[in-house]
């Protein structure tokens, strides 16, 4: 390479070099920064992730263990009267709130003098209604949500049976029949 150039001002021979030299420094200096700013990142969602799941295992462990009683128990706290209209209102907010609302073919059918769905005799003054549910909805664990939210409510709610089918056109029928109780005032 020549030491002048055409118009005899004299070659710098390193200018290119010290571009490099000085592109190099800069892709290192990058480099470790980007390291040092994902290294402190990744401790930081670590510690939130170990304090999240210590609150987990604190609320599992504080979760009052579930006390089920008799229905003998439960008879002093049973509504005196059946109320049909409120009844179907809860039912209709809970597939609202499931998100249920746009769930095809909702039937609610009452059947008010129905039969004792357990097995022994209870109170001969208890009355039982029957409910059942049907509908059909495209996303099968509404369904379960429908189901957690009616056995939630503050009525009491028995689940006798359900029936979830899963159809050819990735549609779920579901059917369910509830049991719920009363005793008349004049008992």
């Known amino acids: 390479m020549r030491k002048y150039n055409v118009f005899g001002k004299k070659n710098k021979q390193n200018k290119p070099l010290i571009i490099l030299a000085i ?13 040092v700013y994902s290294t402190t990142t990744i401790s930081r969602l670590q510690t ?8 987990i295992n604190v609320l599992l462990l504080n979760e009052q263990s579930a006390t089920y009683r008799t229905v003998e128990e439960l008879i002093p706290y049973l509504p005196n009267e059946f109320k049909q209209a409120t009844v179907y209102n809860e039912i209709i907010l809970t597939r609202d709130l499931s998100g249920l609302l746009d769930a095809d073919n909702f039937n609610v059918d009452f059947n008010l003098d129905s039969d004792n769905p357990f097995d022994e005799t209870i ?7 029957k409910i059942t549910i049907s509908f059909s ?8 949500d429908f ?3 009616m056995i939630s409510l503050d ?11 899963i159809l050819s056109n990735d549609n779920t029928m579901v059917n369910l029949d509830f ?9």
Do not use: C, G
Not at 123 to 129: A, E, G, P, T
Not at 137 to 144: F, G, N, Q
């Open 155 to 165: 009525r009491l709610y028995y689940l006798q049976s359900y029936n979830i089918n």
């Open 179 to 187: 049991y719920t109780f009363y005793i008349p005032e004049n008992s």
């Open 137 to 144: 909805t495209s996303d099968p664990t509404l369904a379960l």
């Open 48 to 55: 939130e992730n170990s304090q999240i799941q210590q609150n």
């Open 23 to 35: 592109l190099f420094i800069i892709v290192i200096i990058s480099y470790v920064i980007i390291l």
């Open 123 to 129: 109170n001969d003054n208890l009355k039982f209604v």
């Open 147 to 149: 189901i957690d939210n």
